[in-house]
Nanobody
């Protein structure tokens, strides 16, 4: 079992920045992938960014060049640095952990960008 706790969401003006954190605990496997998803009201949940235990990253086209995913040396916490935020980035942001065909989700942290 893996537990995920997200933090760092909030209200920010357009053009501003936020940094999200997701701390994983429990049975963490050395080889894993962690990612950020988001879901806006009335829309499907979408992948924002992913990072593997090997350090490979992937971004959705809508956030490339503005968001950066990273992880700590212990590889149990990931971050999402979000710059140049726009109202279109408003959503509930979820952290996901994936390893050995199992996945776990956090509760989500709300990001609201005002125009």
């Amino acid at each position: 079992q893996v537990q995920l706790v997200e933090s760092g969401g909030g209200l920010v003006q357009a053009g501003g920045s936020l940094r999200l954190s997701c701390a994983a605990s429990g049975r963490i496997f050395r080889t894993n992938a962690m990612s950020w998803y988001r879901q806006a009201p009335g829309k499907q949940r979408e992948l924002v960014a992913l990072i593997t235990s090997g350090g490979d990253t992937k971004y959705s086209d809508s956030v490339k060049g503005r968001f950066t995913i990273s992880r700590d040396n212990a590889k149990t916490t990931i971050y999402l640095q979000m710059n140049s935020l726009s109202p279109e980035d408003t959503a509930l942001y979820y952290c996901k952990y994936f390893a050995l065909a199992s996945e776990y989700w956090g509760q989500g942290t709300q990001v609201t960008v005002s125009s």
